[in-house]
């Protein structure tokens, strides 16, 4: 397996510029984790879904922030209008089991607004 | 409420000299817990777990854990650092929250090797 993968790697974008990361889970793993991270907050849960469903949303800054899982194999994560502060590099992380399995992390799409 | 605290946010040690992170945990049950290493520009790495098993995990690397009930820790040693394991660390406690897992992050520890 090609581990989870994350699409682009690097994003560059004006302010108010809609703004949709990727994220293409490991095949058979039914939980997916959205985290920021940022040198000043350092790393954020942002959303998680289970089984293609939005369990806690409570870490999604605000409206701006949108994330779905249509389908067990892809996830987006959107800002819309994009600002300066959302520069950050945000992960994709999923996992299968229960509490004992550990979540396995993408590389990351590295997020600049200017 | 479950979380972990990571007492140190930067611990600098000489190449060859032991390694100890250190973590705390808070949780209402048995809890699982894991430590991650994100080296620069990297994603996060599993670099070891506890599931209640045995209470000393051994992890990749040469990093070993000590799971202490009795002090709510868990943290991460290493007999001997090497330039390769400057990186970030993070402790992190797994739980149930009736519709799937949560991870709950600690604030990391900055981890510098000195020649």
């Known amino acids: 397996d090609a581990g989870v993968i994350q699409s682009p790697r690097h994003e560059v974008t004006e302010m108010g510029q809609e703004v949709t990361l990727r994220c293409k889970p490991i095949s058979g793993h039914n939980s997916l984790f959205w985290y920021r991270q940022t040198m000043m907050r350092g790393l954020e849960l942002l959303i998680y879904f289970n089984n293609n469903v939005p369990i806690d949303d409570s870490g999604m800054p605000e409206d701006r922030f949108s994330a779905k899982m249509p389908n067990a194999s892809f996830s987006t994560l959107k800002i819309q209008p994009s600002e300066p502060r959302d520069s950050a590099v945000y992960f994709c992380a999923t996992k299968t089991g229960g509490m004992n399995t550990e979540a396995f992390f993408g590389q990351g799409t590295r997020l600049t607004v200017v | 409420a479950q979380s972990v605290t990571q007492l140190d946010s930067h611990v600098s040690v000489s190449e060859g000299t032991p390694v100890l992170l250190r973590c705390n945990y808070s949780?209402?049950?048995?809890?699982?817990l894991f430590w991650y290493v994100q080296h620069p520009n990297k994603g996060l790495q599993l670099l070891l777990k506890y599931t209640s098993a045995a209470t000393l995990v051994k992890g990749i690397n040469g990093f070993e854990a000590e799971f202490k009930k009795s002090e709510t820790s868990f943290h991460l040693t290493k007999p001997s650092a090497h330039m390769s394991d400057a990186a970030e660390y993070f402790c992190v406690v797994s739980h149930d929250t009736g519709g799937g897992n949560k991870l709950t992050f600690g604030t990391g520890t900055q981890l510098k090797v000195e020649l």
């Open positions: 949780s209402s049950y048995s809890p699982s």
